[in-house]
């Protein structure tokens, strides 16, 4: 396929701006360009044809099977986009009087309100750009509450190994040492490690329940209630409330503090860098830290508040106001009844999945999962040389897109699995047999796969050869 550059030809036109009709301004010449920039000659209906190309030959979950674990790429209804691009939403500025913004502050108070009701928290901010940023503000609470209690001898985090990547990374950019627990053999927080290391300069524990690799914590009162008992507090790392939301909730296991990935959970289509948003919810006693920026109802206006002790502002304005209205309009749609719904079935799908595959493929864990599941390919690499990458590789073969792999780090030769709610039963059977039409080849031609793919637009590429020698530029 050819990029758009390449399509270009000299002196074709394509552009429908109107005639300036308001007086030049004069810019310093130091300010100007020192070369015409560049840009792609090409006429409307090769234009038009380009990015035709472009999505015919992208792959997305409107294609086909999308079992991205630990992402959640479901399906999200075209009804929410539409929400949020409603002209008083869409074209509303964060300057705006807020008199003229009433219906907007109503999205945030409402969307609070029913995120609250979900995850057993009793505020809510919905600053925080994505769930990294997420993630540090609910941290620079726990933090400013410490500290408030003049309480700084307090310096390190748990994180199970069973948590997101991304955790330890937070904790350390608030200053906090983390100290990693290991799983036991079944996954699950090792109780007698975890007692092992608490204590009094325990700040709090990071924990992601269900668990990166799909399970839910049996232990999960008693685990809050260690931290709890030596002064520390407990954060809920919500990247995983699909599976649970509207039949447990964070609040009610022992979390002070929640983010939430609402992108993913709560309906925006996401990957390739977003927007997303990841609002954070706290209990009562740590209200007065939050951001700037909190949305109140006085009589019947909505008006912001500064909490008293607030950590300040995490992001410009207000957040990403359309992946809320998105969130809202999901919410409002499914009700107290889509709700649960929604998880039970997406845990559904990942067990049946799990269990139709059981036997022709190594599971990293016993027993039921939770809206995810891992396999280990560790076996069938040491019988017929076939990987994780080259099964994902014949999947794109037969129209799917891989799972996530090598990831949890702690499973060899890993795949996560999440078919999501928004799977039918017959495309669930479909993928189960594809499955086991790969492993069947692996153990007939192997080399067959290792060839795989050949029926995509792009085979089998270098990836060494890329990673280490990455082109990043267009020479043209």
Partial sequence: MKLVFERSKPGRKNDFIPALDVEVATIPDKFNRQQALRLPEISQVDM???????????????????????????????????????????????FQPIDTVQGSLEVYYTAE???????????????????????????????????????????????????????????????????NIPSKEDGRVDLERLKEVVGDDTAGLMLTNPSTVGLFEHDIIEITEIIHQAGGLCYYDGANLNAIMGTVRPGDMGFDVVHLNIHKTFSTPHGGGGPGAGPIGCKEFLKPFLPNYHVVKVGDKYEFETPEKSIGQVKTFYGHFAVVVRALTYILTLGKEGIPQASRTAVLNANYMRHELKDTYDMAYEGPCMHEFVMTLERLKKETGITALDVSKALLDNGMHPPTMYFPDVVKEALMIEPTETESKETLDKVIEVFKQIKEQAYQDAEVIKEAPINTLIGRVDETAAARNPILRYEF
């Fill in 48 to 94: 038009s044809r380009h990015y035709t190309d472009l999505a015919d030959n992208s792959f997305g979950v409107n294609n086909g099977f999308y079992p991205l674990g630990s992402c959640t790429m479901k399906y999200n209804p075209k009804i929410n986009d539409e929400m949020s691009a409603l002209p008083n939403f869409g074209q509303i500025h964060p």
């Fill in 113 to 179: 309100k029913l995120l609250g009701e979900i995850t057993g928290m009793d505020a809510m901010t919905f600053q925080p750009a994505a769930g990294a940023q997420g993630e540090l503000t609910g941290v620079m609470l726990i933090k400013a509450y410490h500290e408030n209690n003049n309480d700084f001898k307090r310096n390190k985090i748990i994180v199970p190994d069973s948590a997101h990547g991304t955790n330890p990374a937070t904790a350390s950019m608030v200053n906090y040492e983390t100290i």
